[in-house]
Nanobody, 129 residues
């Protein structure tokens, strides 16, 4: 059974930091690009960051988080992380981890939501002003 389990969300003040984690089964994780998306109340789910599966990972970020967020993965632990620094109230949302539906090349990343077929349940991030 495919499972993605996020953790690490919470309440933080503007300028603070949080680290999200997403644990996955080995079957899901291997040869899958991984991504983080977020959805604020009343808004559509949007891309945040993505990472390829190779050991020398290639990454891709939304313009709104570049320079503040860092995505990384530990293939030995089947876990992907999202380090979020300099958080702003606009970052408040439910954050979702996702894996691509198909196996992809080692340096492949994508910001296309329809390419992700496996999703976690989400973790809430609230940034207070």
């Amino acid at each position: 059974q495919v499972q993605l389990v996020e953790s690490g969300g919470g309440l933080v003040q503007t300028g603070g930091s949080l680290r999200l984690s997403c644990a996955s089964s080995a079957r899901t994780f291997s040869k899958s690009a991984m991504g983080w998306f977020r959805q604020a109340p009343g808004k559509e789910r949007e891309f945040v960051a993505a990472i390829s599966w190779s050991s020398s990972s290639r990454t891709n970020y939304a313009d709104s988080v570049k320079g503040r967020f860092t995505i990384s993965r530990d293939n030995a632990k089947n876990t992907v992380y999202l380090q979020m620094n300099s958080l702003k109230p606009d970052d408040t949302a439910d954050y979702y981890c996702a894996a691509t539906s198909r196996s992809v090349g080692p340096y492949y990343t994508t910001n296309v939501i329809n390419e992700y077929g496996y999703w976690g349940q989400g973790t809430q991030v609230t940034v207070s002003s």
